[in-house]
């Protein structure tokens, strides 16, 4: 399966669909069926202790499988995230970047499945996995 979207063209579609978060990310790597994106840490992204936050875990996660898809796919707004668990299995370093390394497990007409492991940006062990449900929209 071709890649449709490569990561220039994702970065322009978060800024044009999702431009209160696109700054967050960075597209690193898109391949078939897999895709890593950074994390930019900022405060915002921290509790209390300084580390990143699980909803900003949960966020990268969610945010790297639905890029995942969309590069399989092309530019669908209205796919949605139907289903998520997430194991959070060790605390990341204060305020460093995080990143997801996101891989499509399975790529129908109306669902998807990703995989999602993040990890410490320079290095070290995963801090969290996630699995991922996609709703994609009906062709008209």
Do not use: W
Request: aromatic share 4%; glycine share 6%.
């Amino acid at each position: 399966m071709a890649i449709a979207m490569d990561a220039e063209a994702l970065a322009r579609f978060l800024e044009e669909a999702f431009p209160q978060v696109a700054e967050d990310y960075v597209i690193e790597e898109v391949s078939e069926m897999a895709l890593r994106v950074r994390l930019a840490v900022a405060e915002r992204h921290l509790r209390p202790g300084g580390t990143v936050s699980g909803p900003a875990m949960f966020s990268l996660a969610d945010v790297a499988v639905y890029l995942a898809v969309l590069a399989m796919v092309g530019p669908k707004a209205l796919a949605v995230t139907t289903n998520c668990s997430i194991d959070f299995m060790r605390k990341p370093a204060a305020g460093q970047d995080l990143v997801a390394e996101a891989r499509l497990l399975k790529l129908g007409r109306v669902l998807a499945v990703g995989d999602v492991m993040i990890l410490p940006a320079d290095g070290g062990a995963a801090v969290a996995r996630a699995t991922l449900t996609y709703s994609l929209p009906p062709e008209r």
